[in-house]
């Protein structure tokens, strides 16, 4: 079974600081990675995923993730954030060639960006 | 492009009444999620589908049904519902053998009252 874990319920940034959302995983094969946004009251929106290949993959809006295999991580980032990156982000997971497995979810991490 | 579909996008229902959800993925795409939202909560797995049959289930109340049609849109049946039922009904699809992301829906707010 997967599992997913954002440690964080909130994160607090400045604006053009850069930004980290932490996320950890677990699946017993291999791990085909996302990340996703939601605005309220709206559908989640696709930011990026990592399959194979570079470690560090880029995404919508300036959003990059770092692929860690041995710390079983994959940290959202975003170098100067932007009060429009307010949201809350979702860490998900399925297994990537275990037959049709959902999407697993983390409890999600609301991001607070300051002017 | 096309994106996911849901309707309705609100829905208001008493306690021990129906409701039917309805998905209409993008075109082509051979899966079907259905997620539960719960106020400020992950979204949760219901059921999935792959290419009409039933794939997955994940926890899906035994008062609730879904099924995929030969269009391949998809609807969640929901009976005697509860207050505890009322949240954010997503739908994603994917294509499953060009191993893409799942696109969801705008989704469909259910409050039972």
């Known amino acids: 079974a997967q599992s997913v874990a954002q440690p964080e319920d909130q994160v607090k940034v400045a604006e053009g600081n850069p930004l980290t959302v932490k996320c950890t995983y677990s699946v017993s094969g291999n791990p085909y990675l996302f990340w996703y946004v939601q605005y309220p009251n709206r559908g989640l929106q696709f930011l990026l995923k990592y399959i194979t290949g570079d470690n560090l993959v880029k995404g919508s809006y300036g959003f990059e993730a770092e692929f860690n295999k041995s710390q079983t991580s994959f940290h959202l980032k975003k170098p100067s954030a932007l009060v429009s990156d307010s949201a809350l982000y979702f860490c998900?997971?399925?297994?990537?060639?275990?037959?049709?497995?959902?999407?697993?979810f983390g409890k999600g991490t609301r991001l607070s960006v300051i002017a | 492009a096309a994106g996911v579909i849901q309707s309705p996008r609100h829905l208001i229902k008493e306690k021990r009444e129906t409701a039917t959800l309805k998905c209409y993925p993008i075109p082509r795409h051979d899966t079907v999620y259905w997620y539960q939202q719960g106020p400020g909560q992950d979204p949760q797995f219901l059921i999935s589908?792959?290419?009409?049959?039933?794939?997955d289930k994940g926890s899906i109340p035994d008062r609730f049904s879904a099924q995929q049609f030969s269009d391949y849109h998809s609807e969640l049946n929901m009976s005697s519902l509860e207050l505890g039922d009322s949240a954010l009904y997503f739908c994603a699809s994917l294509d499953r053998g060009k191993n893409t992301e799942a696109f969801f829906g705008q989704g469909t707010r259910l409050t039972v009252v």
């Open positions: 998900a997971v399925r297994d990537l060639y275990s037959g049709n497995t959902p999407l697993v």
């Open positions: 589908f792959y290419e009409k049959m039933q794939s």
